[in-house]
């Protein structure tokens, strides 16, 4: 597990390979990751947009955004917490992502950037 704090909100990630949904003969590999995300702010927040930067060690480095994850824009109170599941596919057996999470402090209306930790996606074997 990768964990970061950032403008007062800590972000866990916790990742897995998805052999099921995998097809390494057809360069196909399916990772999940689970995300934690902890507001230790004294305000409300909202996740209001995403941006990955993933990096895939067989092709170009792609760029992902928009609006909330998983269809969702969560508020998040003070000392409360979201979490949410998701996937990412890749060409080769390992990759990276990291990210910045768009947040509004729902008090004051203001904008502020979170940071999603670098957390890398292998499949198992890569490990030994």
Request: proline residues 5%; glycine residues 6%; neutral net charge.
């Given at each position: 597990m990768?964990?970061?704090i950032?403008?007062g909100v ?11 949904f995998s097809n ?15 507001n230790r702010?004294a305000?409300?927040?909202?996740l ?7 990096t895939?060690?067989?092709a170009?480095a792609?760029t ?13 109170p ?9 996937s990412?596919?890749?060409?080769a ?7 910045v999470?768009?947040m509004r402090?729902?008090s004051?209306n203001?904008l502020?950037e979170?940071e999603?930790?670098?957390?890398m996606l ?5 490990l030994?």
């Amino acid at each position: 597990m990768v964990t970061a704090i950032s403008a007062g909100v800590k972000i866990s990630v916790d990742c897995q390979f998805e052999s099921k949904f995998s097809n390494p003969e057809n360069n196909l590999y399916m990772f999940s990751y689970h995300i934690k995300i902890e507001n230790r702010n004294a305000f409300t927040v909202r996740l209001e947009r995403r941006k990955w930067h993933i990096t895939d060690s067989a092709a170009p480095a792609r760029t992902v955004e928009g609006e909330g994850v998983v269809g969702k824009q969560p508020l998040i109170p003070p000392g409360g917490t979201y979490t949410y599941r998701s996937s990412c596919d890749f060409s080769a057996d390992t990759g990276c992502m990291n990210g910045v999470y768009l947040m509004r402090n729902v008090s004051t209306n203001a904008l502020f950037e979170v940071e999603v930790p670098s957390f890398m996606l292998m499949v198992p074997h890569k490990l030994n």
